[in-house]
């Protein structure tokens, strides 16, 4: 189903739908060094903020400019520096972010009538905007790659903290997990790859369009509406098998051999090379499961469970012997959350069937086997769930959230730099800014006495 227009395309769409659609006269607000700040760019970013739902703290028509004339201090640096932008790196992000457009807009047609602009052209802006986001990204990063706090500088910036400055916690949890994946009936798997040959064999005959077949039968939504196309990746952002099936085929009219990975079985079609990176089509299916495979594994969990209840075996090693989830295996069965890098989550990040579970479950229960969807191949296993720990939400705590506020203290060291950073940078750039866009309450001061040259022709 697609998204509501204004909240599925991104920011960066909202921007650039702005400058396509904007009438108002190349006027120039500021100067940075040689680089304009036209008075349209500031009317598309206030849009994008309207757009977009964002609150602005202050008058946009000064925060804005000052945000982007800091942007451009940056750029200046990344120039002075020599930052090299990784291209294939930019190109995969602006190729997906496409692939976004058309599957929102409904065709690339669509897009190209919505952005009043050619694919070329609208992939070069992209490009323009990704480029210059990397650089001021990796101008910040340098600044402040030594930044990491000791204990001792978390717990003064803690004490600094007056209690209306402490962020609240939702309510977490921390759980243990063991799965087990069923076993696939070898006919099932026979019969996937005989409807992969036979959607090959048509589209080697020319008798249907692989984009067409990926987009009837594929079971990988996300390319699917794409008929298939998973836009420009490098090596190291595919599954290392279909890598060494994609990077192997030259020839746009072929298809490759079946291919399985852990997501399921697939079927390639080369659409284009670029150096390190290529462009792909792929039909995925997933071999099902048998009801009997699935009950065999829950009975197999059940009697797991009991053992565990009875004391005859511990969460922990159960966990070590017979999951199937390496990751949480190799922690004693603990999930880990990848948004934060810990074992805590709440609620809304874990998968939903373990949230469902978990919901009702006291700290030490152990959860009745369940079927649930793997979130990373999307197939069924069955699994059970031991509730470790629930804190109940709360001011952030010194003792119970160290990593929070040490992310805190970290992100305020860093701010310091980067303001300090910005501070000396003015003195060796030119500022211009004209009349009518002065009078704002800034972050920095650029409209310094005794330096009238830099705001005045």
């Not at 004339?69 to 020599?82: E, G, M, S």
């Not at 052209?121 to 340098?142: F, M, T």
């Not at 998973?230 to 099936?245: I, M, V």
């Amino acid at each position: 189903m697609k998204l509501r227009l204004f909240t599925a395309i991104s920011f960066i769409a909202v921007a650039l739908a702005a400058m396509a659609q904007n009438n108002v006269a190349e006027e120039v607000a500021w100067v940075i060094g040689s680089e304009p700040i036209f008075k349209s760019d500031i009317e598309d970013q206030y849009q994008q903020a309207i757009y977009e739902r964002v609150a602005i703290d202050g008058n946009p028509y000064c925060v804005i400019p000052e945000q982007m004339a800091v942007d451009k201090l940056f750029l200046d640096q990344a120039r002075i520096d020599t930052v090299e932008v990784q291209a294939s790196s930019i190109s995969a992000e602006v190729e997906s972010r496409i692939n976004f457009f058309i599957a929102n807009l409904g065709s690339k047609e669509k897009v190209e009538e919505y952005f009043r602009m050619p694919l070329p052209r609208l992939r070069e802006k992209l490009n323009e905007v990704y480029s210059d986001q990397y650089c001021i990204q990796q101008v910040q990063n340098e600044l402040t790659k030594n930044v990491k706090a000791t204990p001792a500088d978390v717990r003064k910036y803690y004490n600094g903290l007056s209690r209306d400055s402490l962020p609240y916690i939702p309510m977490q949890v921390e759980a243990q997990i063991i799965t087990i994946n069923p076993m696939i009936p070898q006919q099932e798997i026979d019969e996937v790859k005989a409807r992969l040959r036979d959607y090959s064999q048509q589209v080697t005959s020319g008798e249907r369009e692989f984009s067409t077949l990926a987009i009837l039968y594929s079971q990988d939504q996300s390319t699917a509406v794409y008929g298939g196309e998973t836009g420009f990746q490098s090596r190291t952002t595919l599954l290392p098998e279909y890598a060494t099936a994609a990077f192997n085929l030259n020839d746009p009219k072929r298809v490759s051999n079946i291919v399985e990975t852990d997501d399921g079985y697939h079927i390639i079609q080369l659409i284009e090379k670029r150096g390190d990176r290529i462009n792909t089509r792929h039909i995925l299916l997933r071999p099902k499961v048998s009801d009997k495979d699935l009950t065999d594994a829950v009975t197999r969990l059940d009697s797991v469970r009991t053992d565990i209840l009875e004391g005859k075996h511990k969460f922990e090693e159960m966990a070590l012997y017979i999951s199937q989830d390496k990751e949480s295996r190799n922690n004693n069965g603990n999930m880990l959350n990848e948004k934060n890098h810990s074992s805590r989550f709440e609620m809304a990040d874990l998968p939903a069937e373990v949230g469902k579970k978990i919901n009702n479950m006291q700290p030490g229960d152990i959860s009745e086997p369940f079927i649930m969807i793997n979130p990373k191949t999307q197939r069924e296993q069955v699994a059970i769930v031991r509730l470790v720990k629930r804190i109940d939400g709360h001011k952030a705590d010194l003792a119970e959230d160290y990593m929070v506020i040490k992310d805190m203290c970290e992100a305020n060291t860093k701010e310091k730099i980067l303001r300090d950073w910005v501070i000396q940078k003015q003195k060796s750039v030119y500022v211009y800014i004209e009349e009518g866009w002065r009078d704002c309450n800034f972050k920095y001061d650029w409209l310094k006495k005794g330096t009238d040259d830099k705001t005045k022709n």
